[in-house]
T-cell receptor, first 114, second 114 residues
Framework: DAGITQSPRHKVTETGTPVTLRCHQT?????MYWYRQDPGHGLRLIHY???????DKGEVSDGYSVSRSKTEDFLLTLESATSSQTSVYFC?????????????FGQGTRLTVV | AQTVTQSQPEMSVQEAETVTLSCTYD???????LFWYKQPPSRQMILVIR??????QNATENRFSVNFQKAAKSFSLKISDSQLGDAAMYFC???????????FGKGITLSVRP
C-alpha cells in the first residue's frame, strides 16, 4: 500500500473557523490531489499539485486554499468553514504520466461544519 | 475541460452473473488514461483496472475487463462471475496526459444479490 496519511481522520468545527487538513506521503510522488466526496456528486477535484509550490485549481476550489512547501506534505485549508463544506475529503498521490498515472488514496477525513 | 459521465446511479446483479457498468468521457486530448476504482463501505479507494488510450487492446484483470471505444469515448467495466465482495461504489476516472489532472465520475452503486 502507498504510504499516504491524512490527518485528522474526523473533525467537527464551527461555521466561520479556519480548518487545515493535512496529507502526508512517504512515496516521493510528484502529484498530490485533494478531492471532496458528497452523495450524488462523486469525487470532485478541489486542488492539485504537480510539484513543490506548484498547484492548480480543480472544479470546486472556491473557499479552499492549498500549500505544498515540501514534497511529502500537501495542506488543504478552509479559510472560513461553511456548512456546505461538510464532506469527506480525500487526498491522493500519483507519479504522473511518465512514472505511473495510478492514483493512491488516503483513508479520508470526515469534516462536519456546524 | 475533461468530464466523466456515469449515468446509472445504481445497478444490481445476481451472484455469479455478469454485469456491465457504463462510463463515457469527454476530452480534447489524444494521450490519456482511464481507470475504474472501487470503493467498498470501508471508504477505501481501490484501483480495479487501468487503460491507456494509445492501446487498442482492452485491459483485463482476472474477472474484470473493460470495453474501451476510443472514438465513442466510452469505457465500460464488465464484472464476470460476480461475488458478494464486489458490492461497492465504482468510479470511472480520466487522467490527462498533459498535466496529470485526474477527473472522476459520480459513481455507481453496485449491489450483488445472493
Amino acid at each position: 500500500d502507498a504510504g499516504i496519511t491524512q490527518s485528522p481522520r474526523h473533525k467537527v468545527t464551527e461555521t466561520g473557523t479556519p480548518v487545515t487538513l493535512r496529507c502526508h506521503q512517504t512515496e516521493n510522488h510528484r502529484y498530490m490531489y485533494w478531492y471532496r466526496q458528497d452523495p450524488g456528486h462523486g469525487l470532485r477535484l478541489i486542488h492539485y499539485s504537480y510539484g513543490v509550490k506548484d498547484t492548480d485549481k480543480g472544479e470546486v476550489s472556491d473557499g479552499y486554499s492549498v500549500s505544498r512547501s515540501k514534497t511529502e506534505d500537501f495542506l488543504l485549508t478552509l479559510e472560513s468553514a461553511t456548512s456546505s463544506q461538510t464532506s469527506v475529503y480525500f487526498c491522493a498521490i500519483s507519479r504522473g504520466t511518465t512514472g505511473g498515472p495510478e492514483a493512491f488514496f488516503g483513508q479520508g477525513t470526515r469534516l462536519t461544519v456546524v | 475541460a475533461q468530464t466523466v459521465t456515469q449515468s446509472q446511479p445504481e445497478m444490481s446483479v445476481q451472484e455469479a452473473e455478469t454485469v456491465t457498468l457504463s462510463c463515457t468521457y469527454d476530452t480534447s486530448e489524444s494521450d490519456y488514461y482511464l481507470f475504474w476504482y472501487k470503493q467498498p463501505p470501508s471508504r477505501q479507494m481501490i484501483l480495479v483496472i487501468r487503460q491507456e488510450a494509445y492501446k487498442q487492446q482492452n485491459a483485463t484483470e482476472n474477472r474484470f475487463s473493460v470495453n474501451f471505444q476510443k472514438a465513442a469515448k466510452s469505457f465500460s467495466l464488465k464484472i464476470s462471475d460476480s461475488q458478494l465482495g464486489d458490492a461497492a461504489m465504482y468510479f470511472c476516472a480520466h487522467h490527462t496526459g498533459a498535466n496529470s489532472k485526474l477527473t472522476f465520475g459520480k459513481g455507481i452503486t453496485l449491489s450483488v444479490r445472493p
